[in-house]
């Protein structure tokens, strides 16, 4: 079965503390990973993809295939981070995307 | 910049009453996408669509049907709507061929059946 798994429904940080985001998948060939973001009173985002290997707003992402994870990291959490963050899978040529149940992440100052 | 665009921002029906969602996009996107929101379980995909009058079920297709008579637009219907069809909704879209998982989502319609 293709799943995206989030086990945290509200991940609370100081300002300046490390922030991880967790997300598992299940899925049997070579995912595409990406995580999403919606930020307060607006419309729900792309942040980044494992496939570009980027780095946005100080967040990385690694996709692990032998844990089959790609948490969501960042060594320095802000204020303006706090959002819900979704993490997807795309089954290989369908171009959907299966999201998992979100993460809140409440950064306090 | 990719406009999204959903007709209403809340909405409010009765159990039994035919619901019509509209969506609009202006960046001749071919893949389409209806999604609904809710707490602790994430967006799941109702129905997608990769070409006008083409549609695919989602996961969860029951109690809904879309329409897509237009590239532009893509409609999602509640037959009888039903208290559990009380969500929120979001509406996609995105290119084929060039990273189309870069999802554009509208700002969402809020739906209460009571």
């Known amino acids: 079965a293709q799943r995206v798994t989030q086990p945290e429904k509200l991940l609370s940080v100081f300002k300046g503390a490390p922030v991880e985001l967790k997300c598992n998948y299940s899925?049997?060939?070579?995912?595409?990973l990406f995580w999403y973001v919606q930020y307060s009173r607006q419309r729900l985002q792309l942040l980044l993809r494992?496939?570009s290997r980027e780095s946005i707003k100080g967040f990385t992402a690694d996709l692990n295939k032998g844990e089959t994870s790609f948490h969501l990291k960042k060594p320095f959490a802000q204020e303006e981070d706090s959002a819900m963050y979704y993490c997807a899978l795309s089954p290989r040529n369908t171009g959907k995307l299966i999201f998992g149940q979100g993460t809140t992440l409440q950064v306090k100052p | 910049d990719v406009k999204v665009t959903q007709s209403s921002r809340y909405l409010v029906k009765r159990t039994g009453e035919k619901v019509f969602l509209e969506c609009v996009q202006d960046?001749?996107?071919?893949?389409m996408f209806w999604y609904r929101q809710d707490p602790g379980l994430g967006l799941r995909l109702i129905y997608f669509s990769y070409d006008v009058k083409m549609k695919e079920k989602g996961d969860i297709p029951e109690g809904y049907s879309v329409s897509r008579e237009k590239k532009e637009r893509f409609s999602l219907i509640l037959e009888s709507a039903s208290t559990n069809q009380t969500s929120m909704y979001l509406c996609?879209?995105?290119?084929?061929?060039?990273?189309?998982?870069?999802?554009?989502f509208g700002s969402g319609t809020q739906l209460s059946v009571l």
């Open positions: 996609a879209s995105s290119s084929t061929g060039t990273g189309g998982e870069k999802l554009f």
């Open positions: 960046m001749d996107h071919e893949n």
């Open positions: 899925y049997s060939g070579s995912p595409e």
């Open positions: 494992h496939i």
